[in-house]
Structures are given as C-alpha cells and as structure tokens.
C-alpha cells in the first residue's frame, strides 16, 4: 500500500490538451516530427480538421468541458492557406474565443494559437513543448464546465 502511495506521489502531472491541427498544414508537421523522431512531450491528443478555419468556438469550449486542461489550435502560416482565407477566419475566430474564455473566467493560457507548415516538424514539437509548460504551470482544469448528460432519462419517463 504504501509503494502505491510513493509511486503516485512521484508521478508528475501531465495537462490533457486537445490539439485541433489542420489536414493541410499543422498535422504534417506534427506527422513530420513523428518521422523525424523530434522528441515532444505525449500531451496531445490531436484532432484533425481540414481547415483551422473551420474550427467552431464551441469545439474548444466542448474540449475543455469534457476534460481537456488546455486547446492548442493550430493552422497554415497566414497566405498560405489551402483554402484561401481559412486561417485569417481563424484568427478572427480565436480572439473571439480568448474574451469568452475571459467572460467565463478561464485563464487564457489554456488556450493557444499557432502557425505551423508541413516543413516544420521541429518547430511543431517545440510549440507542443510551450503549450505543455504554459498549461503545466496553470494546474488541471477546474472544471468550470458541467457536462450533462442525462442519459436518455427525459425520453424514459
């Protein structure tokens, strides 16, 4: 019982961050560092869109929601977007949804921005390296959200 407790005590936290990568861009680079063997912390767990453009504001709300201590949203330098414009509504999109992370009192560190092509698989890892030691540093997620699910029970009674 008591190794139990030394061996959790040593254990270091490690955040959950939910990683929306564009198709295009941000996903090669990630598959880049993986070919490249670019040490990165394994905090990720990747979400893959076509565009970060079309990323819903609710996703990253759902995220965190559901568990997720911080966002990493990541997308095609600016002009170099797969779709023309998408990362330019994605910037847009994102200062919206650091002033309602603002309005609902979650810290803005929990949810990051970036620029990644597919040539730059070293520096995707060192993004995912920031990421992790700003969402380290803030502790798990509250838990400001409440996820209700009720099960289907309205439709029973």
Known sequence: MGEIQVEAENK?????????????????????????????????RTIRVPCSGRINPLYVLKAMANGADGVLVSGCHPGDCHYISGNYVARRKFALIKSLLNHVGLEEDRVNFSWVSAAEGIRFAEVVKGVTERVSALGPNNGIFKVVD????????
Request: negative net charge; hydrophobic residues 40%; proline residues 5%.
């Open 12 to 44: 270091k936290y490690e955040p959950k961050i939910a990683a929306f990568l564009c198709n295009w861009c941000s996903y090669a680079g990630a598959d880049l560092a993986g070919v490249g063997r670019v040490q990165y912390p394994a905090t990720i």
């Open 150 to 157: 009720d099960g289907g029970a309205a439709a029973d009674e």
